[in-house]
């Protein structure tokens, strides 16, 4: 089932929570909703399950208007964070329990019920744990369970607020790859929401960014992070290094280096500034006449392939964080205290970005 939110708008007293945002998510696709705490993505969330209410706009399930439609009309299956299992209920009778309070026209039988339960613990690979109480679980087994229990009705849509989010990082990682999987499956149009962008990247087939209540950029995880529309985005999405300058005619000059920014073309000696992640750093032993940002070596860190560098900047203007192969920092034999030149290799210029 496809949805479509059209010019949502809510408040909470005096705080804006959304701000006319309109979003589509098509039938069978997994979009992540990212974002910072207090950004609006869970709100969004609730609306399009019918537990809160927006002031303006609309909501539309496979073109028809369920913005009137109570939570339970939907056909909305929602996981929250912490699980909320029923602690006195069997993993089985936590699935069942959707099924068994649905009105009686609509209830399978005793059989029905058994067989769609033993199909969903088979589905999320914990069938062996069908007469454990919740206490019994790890975190991860109740998640799953949540998740199966949730599937149980057989929602048109699945709604996920930061399922991982309780779990340590071990665990998180092995469920969102399960998720990914499960979806693959199911193919149940689903929205999970999340401020992990690592999680959002590796698991979505699309992703919102958003912040202070408004979308700042949609697209496939590959596009928003090679490509991110605003300094929020770039910012957002992993580590990133700020060099201050000018834009003229097409080129951003900082420094003594001069880096192309065709984007800003029209732009006349104009404040600037050029984003680089941490990888599309150059690191060179300094040589007299060369280009490049002097910086001191503080503090290098060698984690498998990598070797992440905390440089200080001569100049004052702050730190520089870089990451190279830890076979290039052996054969520069690098030693902190040791000065270096730095190079942004690619950039992504922003003018009277803050």
Aim: net charge neutral; glycine share 10%; aromatic share 6%.
């Amino acid at each position: 089932m496809s949805i479509e939110v059209r010019g949502i708008g809510k408040h909470f007293g005096n705080f804006t929570a959304l701000d006319n945002v309109s979003l589509d998510f098509p039938t069978g696709e997994l979009v992540a909703l990212l974002g910072p705490s207090g950004c609006g993505k869970t709100t969004l969330l609730r609306i399009i399950a019918g537990l809160e209410t927006a002031e303006s706009g609309s909501v539309l399930f496979h073109g028809e208007d369920a913005t009137e439609r109570e939570a339970r009309e939907r056909k909305v299956g929602f996981v929250f964070q912490h699980y909320a299992l029923f602690r006195h209920m069997t993993v089985f009778e936590n699935i069942a329990f959707g099924l068994r309070v649905k009105p009686r026209r609509e209830r399978p039988g005793e059989k029905g019920i058994r067989d769609k339960v033993t199909s969903l613990l088979k589905l999320v690979q914990l069938d062996w744990l069908a007469e454990r109480y919740p206490s019994q679980l790890s975190g991860g087994q109740r998640q799953r369970i949540a998740l199966a229990r949730a599937l149980a009705v057989e929602p048109k849509v699945l709604l996920l607020d930061e399922p991982f989010g309780a779990l340590d990082a071990k665990v998180r990682k092995e469920l969102r790859r399960w998720l990914r999987r499960l979806h693959d499956e199911i193919h149940v149009t689903s929205i999970f929401v999340t401020h992990d962008q690592e999680e959002a990247l590796e698991v979505a087939d699309r992703v919102v960014l958003m912040n202070q209540g408004r979308v700042e950029q949609i697209g496939t995880p590959e596009e928003v992070y090679e490509h991110p529309a605003t300094p929020f985005v770039y910012g957002f999405l992993g580590s990133v290094n700020l060099f201050h300058g000018r834009a003229h005619d097409g080129v951003m000059h900082f420094g003594n280096l001069a880096l192309d920014a065709p984007e800003h073309g029209g732009a006349e000696n104009a404040l600037a500034v050029a984003y680089t992640r941490p990888h599309e750093i150059e690191v060179g032993r300094f040589a007299p006449g060369d280009p490049g940002i002097l910086a001191r070596l503080k503090r290098a860190l060698i984690v498998g392939p990598s070797a992440r560098l905390e440089l200080e900047r001569e100049d004052g203007a702050g730190m520089i964080e870089a990451e190279i192969p830890s076979e290039l920092h052996r054969r520069l034999a690098l030693r902190e205290g040791d000065t270096l030149l730095v190079r942004p290799r690619r950039t992504k210029v922003f003018l009277n970005a803050a």
